[in-house]
């Protein structure tokens, strides 16, 4: 009776105990896909931040607008000014880099911080110098703060809301 009764409690627990791992497990992998932990979605991030830094400093707008989100429900602020969509934000983002032919140059100042409010979200932000030459021929040098947040989904991790603040030295 008492070894009935202890092969009984042994499998309740055994089962109890591949529950709880297959549970585990599943969150692992429900996590992963999800954008995983904060350091996990930096370091998958960091790539793309780094591709969109460089871009910017070659004044690629394409290349640089290809880690947002390429669809109706991206918003862009910028100072006081609220942009709504991809297509929207490329041209604008044509007109400030005027076709590619700007100066314009930005260095990231200090570490970017990384905050992850929810799974899949990352929310970054970062300050930058920039410097260019204004149209009468003066330089111009100033500070941008910058928020983008990240939301990963079926092609990676893409730039789903940003704001820039401008300011100048």
């Known amino acids: 009776m008492h070894i009935l009764k202890a092969t009984t409690s042994f ?31 930096r370091e998958e991030i ?28 991206l918003v862009f602020v910028i100072n006081d ?10 041209e604008r983002q044509r007109q400030w880099w005027q076709d590619g032919k700007s100066d314009a140059a930005y260095r990231v100042v200090g570490e970017p911080a990384y905050q992850m409010p ?4 990352v929310v970054q932000t970062y300050l930058l110098s ?4 204004l149209a009468d021929g003066a330089p111009s040098d100033g500070r941008i703060a910058v928020t ?6 079926p092609d990676g991790w893409r ?11």
């Open 11 to 41: 499998l309740a627990l055994a089962v109890s105990i591949t529950a709880c791992s297959t549970a585990a497990s599943s969150t692992r992998s429900e996590r992963a896909r999800a954008g995983g932990t904060l350091v996990e979605a």
């Open 46 to 73: 960091q790539p793309l931040f780094e591709r969109m830094l460089a871009t910017a400093n070659a004044h690629d707008v394409d290349g640089h607008l290809a880690a947002y989100v390429r669809d109706s429900t």
């Open 81 to 90: 000014e609220i942009i709504r969509g991809w297509i929207e934000l490329h």
């Open 118 to 121: 929810a799974l899949g979200v």
């Open 130 to 133: 920039s410097h260019r030459t």
């Open 148 to 153: 983008d947040i990240w939301r990963k989904g």
């Open 159 to 169: 730039v789903v809301y940003a704001h820039e603040s401008f300011g100048q030295r």
